[in-house]
């Protein structure tokens, strides 16, 4: 199926915390999987992306978890700061399908100061 | 490098009437992508656009909705007949190449359509 199930819908972390964003898949023809940020009145930016054939990704603070046997991901926020409240979007895209990218139901993050 | 412009960012349209929703991708952007958001939910892919040409309009309702990306001039989003229901916001996206391959769109800030 082409859908991207994502939890939690909302999220509240203290500032120095770690922020946990699950997302789980079906179609295992998806073959990349971005992560989007999106701020009040603005429209999303990539933050950070994987491919399955990498169990995990690391960006500064943002580590992406892939399990390929469990078709699920996760993003990782860590030492959260109040900055960091967004809403957040997982995706899902199949290569040679024109990049039409398969998005999440979006995490609504607050970090707390 | 200008971003993805939308256009008008906010339109308040009454039942029956039509909307229209510009996009210019970014400059060298080729691909163009429209999606809803409607509140409370994620991102809905609408159609996809090379210049000319649909690629993809798997996501677009069959009546009422159609898109255009001419070889001159912005992406158009139409919508004729607007209802209640097409209150959302609408996001065009750009990338030079097909988001497949990278997996990267960019978006412009949307447009936020109002039925009154």
């Known amino acids: 199926q082409q859908q991207v199930k994502q939890s939690p819908q909302s999220l509240i972390v203290q500032k120095g915390g770690i922020s946990i964003i699950n997302c789980a898949y079906e179609?295992?023809?998806?073959?990349?999987f971005p992560w989007y940020q999106q701020f009040p009145g603005k429209g999303p930016a990539l933050l950070i992306a994987?491919?399955?054939?990498?169990s995990e990704k690391k960006e500064g603070r943002f580590t992406i978890s892939f399990n390929k046997s469990a078709k699920q991901f996760s993003l990782h926020i860590m030492d959260s700061q109040p900055g960091d409240s967004a809403t957040y979007f997982c995706?899902?895209?199949?290569?040679?399908?024109?990049?039409?990218?398969?998005f999440g139901q979006g995490t609504e993050l607050s970090v707390k100061p | 490098n200008a971003g993805v412009m939308q256009n008008p960012r906010h339109l308040v349209r009454r039942r029956g009437q039509e909307a229209r929703l510009r996009c210019s991708p970014m400059?060298?952007?080729?691909?163009v992508y429209w999606y809803r958001q409607l509140p409370e939910e994620g991102l809905k892919f609408m159609v996809y656009?090379?210049?000319?040409?649909?690629?993809?309009e798997s996501g677009m309702p069959k009546e009422r909705f159609s898109a255009e990306f001419p070889k001159e001039g912005p992406s158009i989003l139409r919508i004729q007949q607007v209802v209640r229901g097409d209150s959302a916001a609408y996001f065009c996206?750009?990338?030079?190449?097909?988001?497949?391959?990278?997996?990267?769109?960019?978006f412009g800030e949307g447009s936020r359509l109002t039925v009154l």
């Open positions: 400059k060298g952007h080729s691909h």
């Open positions: 179609n295992t023809a998806f073959d990349y």
């Open positions: 994987i491919r399955p054939d990498v």
């Open positions: 996206a750009s990338s030079p190449v097909s988001a497949g391959y990278t997996g990267e769109l960019f």
């Open positions: 995706a899902a895209v199949i290569y040679n399908q024109g990049g039409k990218l398969i």
């Open positions: 656009l090379q210049k000319e040409n649909i690629i993809d």
